[in-house]
Nanobody, 124 residues
């Protein structure tokens, strides 16, 4: 069982930065692939980024490549999403999620545990 709590969301101007954190409880955190997803109003939830259990592999949606960086600190049971050069279209509720294994990391349905989400609003 993994319990996830996101933090770090807020209101920022276009071009600004935010760092999201996702704190996990559970002894098996460091065996899970961790992902970040987002959902804008009226749209489906979409994949943003994922990091493998040891941080050795990372993947990003094309829309955030070069601007967002996912990382994890297994000693702190925390995964991060550094978001730079933010755009109004990045506005959404951001969720972290956990799943065993690297395969199918893009698929929402493959994630077993989800946080409650944190709002990110980027003003133009």
């Amino acid at each position: 069982q993994v319990h996830l709590v996101e933090s770090g969301g807020g209101l920022v101007q276009a071009g600004g930065s935010l760092r999201l954190s996702c704190a996990a409880s559970g002894r098996t955190f460091n065996s899970y692939t961790m992902g970040w997803f987002r959902q804008a109003p009226g749209l489906e939830r979409e994949f943003v980024a994922a990091v493998s259990w040891n941080g050795g592999s990372r993947d990003y949606a094309d829309s955030v490549k070069g601007r967002f960086t996912i990382s994890r600190d297994n000693a702190k049971n925390t995964v991060y999403l550094q978001m730079n050069s933010l755009k109004p279209e990045d506005t959404a509720v951001y969720y972290c999620a956990a799943r065993p294994g690297w395969r199918s990391r893009f698929s929402i349905s493959e994630y077993d545990y989800w946080g409650q989400g944190t709002q990110v609003t980027v003003s133009s």
